[in-house]
């Protein structure tokens, strides 16, 4: 089976190609793939397959013929993934599959419009945000209280806006919130720079902390403009990079960033058969 290594500001993917809608990916071999000392090591899977052969989504096929099926590192699927539907946007261009320049993908969060800006840089349509009220929202987490603005990109998102980021404590406190959800949620941790610029990082549910999360930069540009700190454009550094983030006057949300590919090869018949 053919593979190909891509990232996102070092948010990174094993994209596996399933056009005959064959491949029966189980959260054994997706963790197995993403291990980092014995897989390839990935934050998540990206198949592709057409949306025509994935029944829940058949009737969004007549828009988008490539459906973006998204695992986490753990084998959970999510909704959407900011940085993987740039990636997976990329390897529809460079494999022939949609070489339009705007290919509309689905996924679990709904149908996105990806624009190819340059080889190796892409933008995204990531739709309406949804701010949950009041933002931000009290949360209690083992008797400790927070300030968390609750915002939906698709997949749920609670930004804590702090004063030294790298001091953050993404690694206790991140699972902590994320468990408060029966579906967990990704967690950001974000410092206001100037009234264009963040800088965060991420505790990503399913995965852990990442170097970058598309949706995540979103929802904290969100979160920053709706609470007057910032404006509606704004340059969101991770520690893998920067992704530049506009949420519109008709409330649409649109994030530019890199789509990378590192490598492209074979599993290992043998490796594979022994990961089911």
């Not at 539907?85 to 494999?95: G, I, P």
């Not at 001091?167 to 699972?175: D, E, F, I, S, Y």
Request: hydrophobic share 45%.
């Amino acid at each position: 089976m053919r593979f190909v290594k891509g990232h996102g500001t070092g948010n990174d993917f094993v994209v596996l190609a399933d056009l005959d809608a064959q491949l029966q990916l189980t959260d054994a071999t997706v963790q197995a793939l993403c291990d980092r000392h014995f897989g390839l090591g990935a934050d998540g899977i990206l198949r592709v397959v057409p949306t025509a052969a994935v029944d829940e989504f058949a009737h969004l096929a007549a828009d988008a013929r490539w459906f973006m099926d998204y695992r986490n590192a753990d084998g959970s699927a999510a909704e959407m993934c900011g940085n993987g539907v740039r990636v997976f946007a990329r390897y529809l261009y460079d494999a022939g599959l949609d070489t339009t320049g705007a290919v509309a993908i689905a996924t679990r969060d709904g149908i996105k419009t990806v624009r190819r800006i340059a080889a190796d840089r892409y933008a995204v349509d990531m739709g309406t945000p949804e701010i949950t009220e009041p933002a931000p929202t009290a949360l209690d987490v083992d008797g400790d209280k927070y300030d968390a603005t609750l915002v939906s990109m698709g997949n749920p998102h609670a930004i804590l806006f702090v004063d030294d980021v790298a001091a953050a404590p993404v690694r206790t406190l991140g699972p902590r919130i994320d468990a408060l959800y029966p579906g967990g949620s990704n967690v950001e941790f974000v410092r206001v720079d100037a009234p264009d610029a963040l800088t965060m990082r991420v505790w990503e549910r399913g995965v852990g902390e990442t170097l970058s999360c598309g949706t995540g930069a979103c929802a904290a540009a969100v979160a920053s403009a709706y609470a007057g700190h910032t404006g509606r454009e704004v340059a969101v550094d991770v520690p893998g990079g920067r992704l530049d983030i506009v949420w519109s006057a008709d409330g649409r949300v649109t994030m530019t960033g890199p789509a990378v590919f590192v490598a492209a090869g074979d599993l290992d018949p043998e490796w594979l058969a022994a990961h089911p």
